[in-house]
């Protein structure tokens, strides 16, 4: 499936694979986090099991880098319709899920302060140290936000280009336009779950397709034709 030497096969593929693994390590963070089923303060609740509050910082940490990576693939499909809209949202979903994985160093210094401190002054110590307006700023506001808005945005785009039907573009909103307005716990978890199968879908869809269905949609291809000349300039 990934032969490195195949720009074609290579891309369709890694993309393909991505929209599948990114939203569903986001979904088993959620489950596995301490924080989601106990005491909604970090520093008490990753104490309890600091095993799984590691193991959950990871696993969003790496849904957080590949998201991105696997919306600016599937933007290949939007070239010739939604092109603007797709290209805005791609630049704002890098920038805001990078952002969002930075974060999450945050974690293990929150189980740091919990383990020796109590929780309120954990907690004070913690607001006095990310409440610093260039940690705010730096590292928190707005960029956080440009990733929900991104992946929204890039959906409609695949809406537009044809590629993402209404359904999917509903469960990708529901999770990062909805879902992140929700306060963090077990009933955010049908909210999470809903990017999972809208990006999902697309990935297996992206899968699916042939070579030659994923070049013509380069401008210089003939839709669903492929030529020596067009596979050449594609690979170069």
């Keep these: 499936m990934f032969?490195?030497?195949?720009?074609?096969?290579f891309r369709r593929s890694a993309t393909g694979l991505l929209l599948i693994v990114a939203p569903l390590l986001q979904l088993i963070a959620m489950l596995v986090d301490p924080g989601t089923w106990g005491d909604d303060r970090e520093s008490v609740s990753y104490g309890d099991n600091p095993a799984l509050a590691q193991l959950q910082s990871v696993l969003y940490h790496w849904?957080?880098?590949?998201?991105?990576?696997?919306?600016?693939?599937?933007?290949h499909v939007a070239r010739r319709r939604g092109a603007v809209l797709g290209h805005i949202g791609g630049a704002f979903s890098v920038l805001g899920f990078l952002a969002l994985s930075g974060m999450l160093m945050i974690d293990p210094v929150?189980?740091?302060?919990?383990?020796r401190n109590t929780?309120?002054?954990a907690a004070k110590i913690f607001d006095e140290i990310f409440n610093l307006p260039g940690i705010v700023f730096g590292f928190q506001m707005p960029w956080i936000f440009l990733g929900p808005i991104g992946a929204g945005l890039v959906v409609f785009a695949l809406r537009r280009a044809g590629f993402a039907p209404w359904w999917v573009v509903g469960t990708i909103l529901l999770g990062w336009w909805i879902g992140f307005l929700i306060p963090?716990?077990?009933?955010?978890?049908?909210?999470w779950a809903a990017p999972v199968a809208g990006f999902g879908y697309l990935g297996v869809k992206v899968l699916k397709m042939t070579d030659a269905e994923w070049i013509?949609?380069?401008?210089?291809?003939?839709p669903g034709v492929t030529t020596p000349d067009s596979y050449a300039k594609t690979t170069a």
């Design 3 to 9: 032969k490195l030497s195949d720009s074609v096969r």
């Design 184 to 191: 963090y716990g077990p009933v955010l978890i049908p909210f």
């Design 63 to 75: 849904s957080w880098i590949l998201l991105p990576v696997a919306i600016i693939g599937v933007l």
């Design 216 to 222: 013509s949609y380069y401008p210089s291809a003939a």
């Design 110 to 115: 929150e189980w740091y302060l919990g383990q």
């Design 119 to 121: 929780p309120d002054q």
